[in-house]
Structures are given as C-alpha cells and as structure tokens.
C-alpha cells in the first residue's frame, strides 16, 4: 500500500524546519519526501495545508495489565493512542503484579500486540519495585525492555541502588529515575506554598526534586550508567540538570505535559483530577521548565498517563489517587505550548517523538526517509471544548474536562497504514 | 633451591624462583603420593595444629593428610566451636596455642588480616589457609603446579578467571601468582562482582564471558560465594548460570586445548555446568585437589627446613 500525502505542512524535528510539500510512504517507511506527483495506483491524501509530523513516541504509559485492565487495556490505550497522534507508547512497569521477571514481560508483550499502535515496555529496575533485590536485568534486556524504572518508587538504599546501575552499566541498559527525596516527599498531596497553606493541604517542598535529583546524579557519576530522570518539573532542579550534562554524564531528563500546562492554582476546590505526582508547582516553576524543553536542556515530553477509575478519584483530595490520563489530550494541550509561543512545532516534535525515540533506541520520530512510517496528520488551530466522556480511555480522569482546547488529530499512521482517521479506527 | 620465608602468608611476599622451588619439590610429593606407601619423615618430631575459624572440608583434609605423610603430629582445633564462643580474642587464642610450641600453624580465618596479625605473635611457622577474602597461597600454588603440569609451563598462557571475583581470595592469589610468572590474566565478571580498580594489578577486565575467554589457555571458574554476600550483587542464580556459569558453548570460544579448572566447592548449574565439570578431557578439578596434597606437602617441608636451620642457629649462638 502506497500512500501519497500532498499540501502538507512537513514538520522535520530533526531539521528544526517545516515546509509545505508531498511525502509517500510505502512498505512501511518514509519512501519519499517532496516528490512532484503520486506514483501510480497510490491512494492520495490531500493534507490541505495541515501538519504532518512524526507520531508521538510517549515514554511512561502506564496501562492497566496486567492486573487493572477495568482502568486500561491494552486495545482501550491503543485507541486512545491512535486518537491522540501517539504512535509508539512505552509502557511502564507500575503494574499489578510488577513487570518484574521475563515471564510477565512476555505476557505483555503478547497482550499488547493486539493494540493498534506499538508498544514497548520498560521493566522494573528492582523486584516488585520494592527497592531491594534487582530484577533479572539480562534476560529482561534479551526479552524486550527497553528501559528499567521503579517508576514513583524511589530505591532510598543507595547500596541496592548502585549494585543494580552497575550491573544495568555493564549491559548498556538505560535506568530511569523519579528524582524525589522520599523522606520530604512522604505524604505530600501539592507542592508547598501559600496555596497548600490556604488549603490546608500537606505539601512537598520543591527542594525535594533538587535532592533526589543531585543524589541520582552521584550515583551515576559513581557508576557510569546511562540515565534518564522521569519527571523534572522545578525551576531549582534545572542547574543540577545542566551541571550533570556539562560534566559529560550519560544523562536527560523528561517532563510531563501536564506539568508544562498546569500550575498549583489549577488544584482550585480540591479537584482531585489536578493531583499529580509530583504535584503541580508554582508558575514560576512552569515558565522555568517550559524554557527548559525550549533550550533542550530537558529532552522529553511525556504525557505519563496514569488511568485512574472514578472511585480512585471520588475521594478527599489528599487520599485520592494521582494521575491523569493523556494519551489522547496529549497533542491538544501541547499545542498550548505552541500557541503560546513558548515554541514551535519542530521543537515540540523534537521533545515528544525525536528524543525519547533517539534515548531508546528506536528508529521512530524521524521525518526521513527509510524512517518508519509512523505520522500524525493534525490540525493544530481547530479548536473543541473537551469532554471526557468521548475519550477512547477505559479511565476519564483527565484534567482538561469542559475546558477549551485548540488542536486536533485527523489521522495516524503506524508503519504506513492508517490506524486512525475520520472514518474511525482501523480496528472497529 | 631458595626458599627464604619464615611463614606462607601470601603469594605477594613470593619470589618467582621460591615459587618455582615449592612446584619443584612438589612435583616430587606427587610421586609420593601415588606410591602404595606414601610417607616421609620430612616433619617428623615436630607439631601442627590446624586451626580453622571458618568452615571447611577439602583444605583442612588436605593440610592434615600432608602433616600426616610428612610424619608430623597433626591436631584439629575446632574453632569455630569452642574458645571463640566464649569470647576470647583471636590474639589470645594464638598465644594460648603458642604456649604449647607447636611448630607449624595452619591458620584459616574470616577475616582479611586475621593470619597476619596471628603471625606477628607466635614463634612457630604460619600457613595462612585463607584470610576473608585477601589470600589462599596455597591454592594458588596447586593451581599453578595443575597448570605447568597439564600444559607444560607456568609461563606466557592466557588465564581467565571467572566469576565471584569480588569476594574471592582464590582470585586475588592466582592473580598475583600468574603475574609474577609472567602469564596474560584475564578478570571476568559482572561489574557487581569485580573489585574496584582491578585493571591496575596489570589484568585485562571483562563483562562478556564470551570475549574474556577468547584464546585463553586455562579457564579457572570461582565459586558464587553466597555466604560472603550481603544480597543483591546478582539479580539470580539462572541470570547468572546463564551469563557467566560455564558450558560446552562458552568454553568453544576459548582455545580448544583450554583447560577447565575450579577451586571447589563446586555450584553445579550456577558457575559450571555439571556434565563440563565431568568431562576428563577438558576439566582438570580431580587433579587440583591431588596436587593440593603434593603442593601443602612441599611448602610444610620448606618452612620446617627454615625453621630448623634458624633454631640451629640459635643454638650455636649465631646472629640470624
């Protein structure tokens, strides 16, 4: 099948650059880039002067297999996905039981083949994300994970810690952490301040990220592994970041999109879907991170989708659960960033499809040719009022419900076939 | 023949020639040993004590029957179970034993050090037997006299040593005792199990068992030593067996005249697979534990004739 897209406003990460122009795409990769006319018996797609962009490479789903599939599926996130412009998901290993042996990793992995886009899945660094004992780290690698992470679960015994960085060192294997002091951390429900005052909310000090984040930093100086920090959402951790970058260390940093998007004030009435973890901070510290995925100083963009069912959520706000889901609002609220002017598109895409790709080791978020054919065809002005009752998500606890947004998906693309489009999905 | 040495503390207190002097006189033992009537009077008159704070079979049977066919008069102090239960201090003990002039102490302790600080307080000759995780002298030496009797020379092969490197005493003497004969060594293991700054000794440091056994000559596997362990060096057995144990496949990799060895205990399908450790053709582990005997045989001999000459010595008022 041969796909020919034409007037299409070509967003390259990789060359910072966006064109108007043609694409084909054939046996699964970008077969061509700015050809004059389509090749015969191709199906032609007129873009009508929207952007088409590599597809979301998102590092840090969290989907409910095994063990909550009543939250998400792998099919429900695959929709969801496919809806959102998100083209390979990442999955994180904070399930029920943990993916923690290559038993699990097997059984989810053939799960997940029935999702209409890819999936990979990233391991527990230490078993049942305890902190004590490291996981088979070899066989893991060897079944598939790309990356091992004890996801919000901070290992506080730094000796477990750096036995288990340095056997993951001495098989390449990438260890992602939560830079989070736990002790500060313990019992936070928002980020310390003048509003958590007013709620009467118990707070975390922003310093607690600054701590978690200069200790990981050590252990990887000590040990040389190749490291990527999940979630980097205060103003004071960026110096660390930097430092740890210009010292040469093997080391990024992520952040979600909510945490670029949202501030402390969203909280508003104890709205328990603005809980976050870590919490949403001060503007101050939104402006500061945003520049930070503007200068590239932090890598990646993650929605960190956590489906939470509405019982988890109907609860007080300090006992209700954190997360959101995003894989379908993620491409909408980023374009808040765009329309922000906090940055362009090819920046954007460099931040939520080129790097986490490139950090992985996968071949997607490329605009190239031979690059897989993996896109999203999106209109970034069309503007919608949010309803979280029509999101493919099993989970509706999305922060951005009633709120206007401006920003749609048209169509998606995995390994050139269309898995997403006006039509519907490719699975029904 | 030179052999200069009061006590047998360490291969690093060795000089190559004294080296070279206990395989010879070793050698000699194996002949011994395979004779229907294998004693000698090498020791005779005089007294050994095995005293052995940690656990132990194979070593402390071997000490004893090399006393024993020496004509020495041997004595097994449990240790483990009696004065040191009561609280009393390694030093105290080592004099209490002193008292009773024995002439050889053959000294096993958990602790790196332990032999050496013993030594400093007893008039007798020290064998250290193994101290923590510092050294074993004489397993380096019946190794190496397995070596330059299988392959004909202790000098220019290409040695690996694989495994529990971190916590073995077995490692650290070969290391140093293949240096000093001028041998190409080779560390493999994981990161987790690999001493700090090893690559400075002078060896070649892997963590792909593969590339590390790649043209060796010998292959020496450590045992996992799951009792020095605090937990979590290797996430599990089977990752283990299945990265770093021994079999036919990894084995191919090395020369095919390489020879298989290991100080035993042995882990069957932990460091080595069973049916390789069997196979008379490649595993040379039966042989070590004879030379073990020969070479223990040799090194009593040697500092009991030291020993002699400096009590003679004495005796005739002479300055040593």
Known sequence: MTLYFENARIIDPEAGTESIGNLILNAGVIAAIGAASPPKGAQVIDCGGKCLAPGIVDLGVKIGEPGERHRESFRSAGRAAAAGGVTTIIARPDTAPAIDTPEVLEFVTRRAAQSLVRIHHMAALTKGRQGREMVEIGFMLDAGALAFTDCDHVVSDTKVLGRALTYARGLGALVIGHPQDPGLSRGAAVTNGKFASLLGLPGVHPMAERLGLDRDIGMVEMTGVRYHSDQITCARSLPALARAKANGLDVTAGVSIHHLTLNELDVGDYRSFFKFTPPLRAEEDRVAVVEAVASGLIDIICSMHSPQDEESKRLPFEEAAAGAVALETFLPAAMRLYHAGAMDLPTLFRAMALNPAKRLGLPQGRMALGAPADLVLFDPDAPFMLDRWTLQSKSKNTPFDGQRMEGRVIATFVAGIQVFGPEGFADA | ?????????????????????????????????????????????????????????????????????LGADVMNMSVAQSSVKKGETLIDTALTLNAMHPDLLVVRHGASGAVNLLAEKVNCAVLNAGDGRHEHPTQALLDALTIRRAKGRIQRLTVAICGDVAHSRVARSNLILLGKMENRVRLVAPPTLMPAGVAEFGCEVFDDMREGLEGADVVMMLRLQKERMDGGFIPSEREYYHRYGLDAEKLSHAKPDAIVMHPGPMNRGVEIDGELADDINRSVIQEQVEMGVAVRMACMDLLARNLRAERGAKAAGVMV
């Not at chain 2, 002949?31 to 940690?54: H, P, V, Y």
């Open chain 2, 1 to 69: 023949m030179s052999f200069r040495a009061r006590h047998l503390l360490g291969i690093q207190h060795l000089a190559p020639d004294e080296i070279r002097a206990i395989l010879d006189l070793a050698d000699k033992y194996v002949d011994l040993n395979r004779r229907s009537i294998k004693k000698s009077d090498a020791l005779a008159g005089m007294t050994q004590i095995n005293m052995f704070f940690e656990p132990s079979t194979r070593t402390q049977a071997s000490f004893e029957l090399a006393g024993k066919r």
